[in-house]
């Protein structure tokens, strides 16, 4: 964790950002949207700076500490867990883990909203795919200009 804290202007200038969901003076928690953006530009070759920069987060704001040790964090998590690592569980997970056995229903609601959020995911990940295309569209349009 970074040394330096937030003052309270940069505080509230984070807290009006829609990918910061909440922040201190010492911390700041993304939303699960943007780490997932995060990831997906990332593995398209883009800078752990630049992804934060487009996002509005700028790296005088955070700091380069804060962007470089929050890049390694969600990455090792994606390696480990796929997108559900990337997740914050701090809300639904309240304790040591349950030890009984699921019963079927449980267990068919668990996969149930499981891939409720892989379409999910997947319709993101299109949105975004088309969004990239018009840019590109745009761009070779008005270099042929």
Do not use: C
């Amino acid at each position: 964790m970074t040394k330096r804290l937030l003052t309270k202007k940069e505080q509230e200038l984070l807290k009006r950002n829609p990918y910061v969901k909440s922040v201190s003076d010492k911390a700041i928690t993304y939303t699960d949207e943007f780490k997932r953006h995060f990831i997906a530009e990332n593995e398209k070759g883009k800078l752990p700076r630049e992804i934060f920069e487009e996002a509005g987060l700028s790296e005088e704001l955070i700091g380069i500490d804060r962007i470089k040790t929050a890049g390694k964090r969600w990455r090792a998590a994606y390696r480990n867990a796929g997108i559900e690592g990337l997740e914050d569980t701090r809300k639904t997970n309240s304790g040591r883990p349950s030890d009984r056995e699921l019963t079927l229903e449980e267990k068919v609601a668990r996969l149930e909203a499981k891939n409720q959020l892989l379409r999910a995911e997947n319709e993101l990940l299109k949105k975004l795919d088309l969004l990239e295309r018009q840019v590109l569209k745009k761009k070779s349009q008005s270099k042929r200009k």
